[in-house]
């Protein structure tokens, strides 16, 4: 096959930061995807309404005129999120989700939960509204080996949540284990997540044999090929409703990755749709690609699937060594890489 041709795809969790570090990177994403969920961990967080259409605004002022991609804008969830914030959040149009970090669990996370119970009333409202929390699934205690944090997020955390407010729409978001397959392909409909490239294309290995990689750190950390990796890849091109594209793309500074404590996130917006592309192709699985990249997630959030059709072409190319990311540089995913899937323009 040389040219595969589908609907065009959106991404259900992306980071764009915000100046000129949001404008070198928003076009990426912007010339593959339709829409995407932008995430609200800015310093300091999106945290109402009102933060979120400013901060929507200037994303859209950074497009081409001729751009049509829409962001979908999210609220960060915090100890002090009221339900009047979760109202104005479900009757604004562009505000389709709020995002739980727990406190600690990541990049910019200092201002997130400390405890669910502190946001029983919010969440309580979120269900009734129909509103999607989506979830960083990690615990934070200090004495939780770090490769163990998901898999004990969902049985301490997640499983008394959902028991508490049963119809709760949720997206357990960047799932890394197979603990996390498990658990949603057996919940409710209700239940969905998302799935990188870089959990589908990595493992621990790329980032600690032969030498530490910081560009292959991001949070949550990549596991073991078996049985973690090969349950995500068996997931995203099971045709599995539930499973959707969210690239988790987070560009950072070259030098705040390459330093003796690097910060967590991969750049993948440069070539997402090849990158799929390639896991799919690499599992034997194109046709399941429309799917999980342009259909499920639109289905999940009750929105209308997107209409125009993309055309990628077999024709292998190697990923540039970096990108220019405001005055700096950000090492993108596969970086001097092959990939054989690209998008036509
Ligand atoms: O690797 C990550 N980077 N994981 C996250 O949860 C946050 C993200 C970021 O904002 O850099
Ligand atoms: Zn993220």
Known sequence: MKHLKLTKPDDWHLHLRQGKAMSSVVGMTARQMGRAIVMPNLS?????????????REIVSALPKSSDFNPLMTLYLTDNTTRQDIINASIEEHVYAVKLYPAGATTNSESGVTNLSNV????????????????HGEVTQDDIDIFDREAIFIETVLMPLLAKFPELKVVLEHITTKDSVDFVSSSQSNIGATITAHHLLANRNHMLVGGIKPHYYCLPVLKRKAPHQDALIAAATSGSPKFFLGTDSAPH???????????????????????????????????????????????????????????????PWTVPKSYSFSDSKVIPFFAEERLSWRLVP
Not at 120 to 135: I, N, R, S, T
């Open 44 to 56: 300091p967080p999106v945290k109402t309404v009102k933060q979120a259409l400013d901060y929507r």
């Open 120 to 135: 029983y009333l919010a969440l309580e409202q979120m269900q009734k509204e129909g509103v999607p929390l989506l979830v």
């Open 253 to 315: 500074y070259q030098n705040e990755k390459e330093s003796a404590c690097g910060c967590a996130g991969i750049f993948s917006a440069h070539a997402a749709i090849e990158l799929y592309a390639d896991a799919f192709e690499k599992a034997n699985k194109l046709d399941m690609l429309e799917g999980f990249a342009s259909k499920y997630g639109a289905d999940f959030y009750g929105l209308k699937r997107n209409t125009e059709i993309i055309t990628l072409e077999k024709r």
